[in-house]
């Protein structure tokens, strides 16, 4: 199963391991896997794994043998380093503005006024609900910067918040977890 990764700058496993990553070298532990406790995890959606990253260095990686699934994340006897560890800081960041646009643009309301009709009640509350979300999303954005190992993390609640604002659309979603994809895909490219 083919999912993202991140570790934190030194790009060593945590949990007291210790151990450098390098690209094509395969990690293994020993017994039961289990989530959160015993495994390497992953995530296949880049949306989910900046939900749990400790770090800005991201790796497409691959989980074999015994493999636990959860809706976000997904845990395995084996991990595989596919790419180079790549520091996608400035793609956070950038992600983190795209997505405090998207929630500013919910919040003005139009959308919802095209989707639900005007003035509909469905509307008003798709709007009051973007009006709430889009100042955290900026607020998370425009903080992203000194806020240093958090950063994945204030991106990852930058998107929540324009996921909310559009109303939970799940296609709001997948063009967020995309426009990560793409980002994190040029990043390896371009520096992995």
Not at 22 to 38: A, D, H, I, P, Q
Not at 129 to 142: E, G, N, T, V, Y
Not at 159 to 184: M, T
């Amino acid at each position: 199963m083919k999912a993202w990764h991140f570790l934190p700058e030194d790009c060593r496993l945590g949990h007291g391991d210790g151990r450098l990553v390098r690209k094509g070298e395969t990690y293994s532990v020993e017994g039961k896997v289990v989530l959160c406790k015993n495994g390497f995890h992953a995530s296949v959606s880049p949306l989910d794994a900046i939900s749990y990253a400790h770090g800005p260095m991201v790796a497409r990686v691959e989980l074999s043998g015994e493999i636990v699934e959860d809706a976000d994340k997904a845990a395995a006897s084996s991990r595989t380093e596919l790419t180079e560890r790549v520091d996608v800081t400035q793609e956070l960041v950038e992600f983190a503005h795209w997505c405090a646009r998207r929630a500013n643009r919910y919040a003005r309301g139009d959308v919802f006024n095209r989707m639900y009709g005007e003035g509909s009640d469905n509307a008003k509350r798709a709007h009051d609900l973007a009006r709430i979300w889009s100042p955290l999303a900026k607020s998370w954005a425009d903080n992203i910067q000194i806020l240093g190992w958090t950063i994945a993390y204030c991106a990852h609640w930058a998107a929540h918040a324009a996921h909310v604002s559009s109303n939970a659309s799940l296609k709001e979603w997948r063009l967020q977890d995309a426009k990560l994809e793409r980002l994190f895909n040029l990043a390896i490219d371009e520096r992995g």
